[in-house]
């Protein structure tokens, strides 16, 4: 199993200079590589005999190169500028199979970071040592024990961190307290509303910090482009952004751990997030809360703990279904938070019943197909010896 460990670092200013031009040396090569890709990609076009562009053979060329017209290279690790080119390899696969869109070039600023390969650093206790550098200092120690495949330094606003991905054995954590099956209905007014009834309200971070956001973003506007004050407001609006991100990070990994510490399996909807984000009225507060990070989190973190996560169709009508009757309301406005069933008669909390709902599908569909999945479910993730890398897809309704 593949994982990573982001640290933040505490260099001095000699060293955060030298991380800033080891970044800037690796956004070059990324550049560069980009723009040769698509000369050579056009004079392939043209002349059919000559070869397709690759990232091997743009590597060799740069190194053929560098001494004489990039000489200012050689003051950083190799691996910075080497494994850009590699990154830019990456992403064309990802391009052409249909993963990605089109690589971008690498801007100032918002790409500030450089890899390096096992064989160009060294960990012990709280010290990394990075080529042509030496020793930088750590906050805290690397957690995770087997062998180091790599590390990636990069700034986030003022500060720098070092992700250092290790292939490891299974997490040894202890086995959830099995408290059964768990349905987690994902809103806006609460983050989390669970099967058992608890409800776990999201931080609201941007919400909460809007104000101070806008004010920081009109005062950047009004500086001048190039000037020290600029600069200055600039640092400001990063530090900001970069506190939300880290306040909502913080909820998400709390909450997320508490639920796969207690139940063993968790069934979650399958969210349309990228359609939900078309409605203008609600796009910020969905944003906000962070239903695909958590979705995440909770799927690699189950695994950790030889738990599974159950996914949801889309489709799954869990807000209109009474969890008592099984009676089906037509319709159901998003503004009605509470309701009552016309088959039997029961008062339902909107979201307690959509998450009782999703328990229920889950435990029926697991009898009915005697340990198949049911046409109501589109995934199972379990305990699995590899990263838990998953993309979120999605459900029509809100909440």
Known sequence: MFL?????????????????????????????ALTEWERQYELCKADPSLPKPNEAALRRQLNGIKREKFSWMLEVTKSAPQIAIMQLGRAFENFFAKRARYPTFRRKGRDDRFALSNDQFRVEDRYIRVPKLGWVRMREALRLTGRILSASISR?????????????????????????????????????????????????????????????????????KGSCNRAKAKLKLAKLHVRIANIRRDSLHQLSTRITRRFHTIVIEDLN?????????????????????????LEYKSAWRSGQVVVADRWHPSSKTCSSCRYKMETLELNMRHWTCPGCGALHDRDVNAAINLKNMAVSSTVSACGGEGAGLVSKHEAKPSPMKQESDSNPSYG
């Open 4 to 32: 990573a460990h982001r640290i933040r670092l505490d260099p001095n200013n000699v060293q955060a200079t030298h991380f800033a031009r080891a970044a800037g040396t690796a956004r070059f090569a990324y550049n560069w």
């Open 156 to 224: 986030s606003a003022s500060h720098w961190y070092v992700s250092i991905t290790v292939d490891t054995s299974d997490p040894s954590l202890p086995p959830t307290e099995n408290q059964g099956v768990v349905g987690v209905d994902l809103g806006i007014t609460a983050l989390a509303t669970l099967s058992t009834g608890e409800k776990f309200a999201g931080r609201k971070a941007l919400r909460i910090l809007l104000g101070r956001l806008r004010r920081l973003s009109r005062n950047l506007s009004r500086k001048d």
């Open 273 to 297: 997030v990228k359609g939900m984000l078309t409605n203008g009225r609600l796009a910020r507060a969905i944003v906000d809360m962070g239903w695909t990070e958590l979705r995440r989190q």
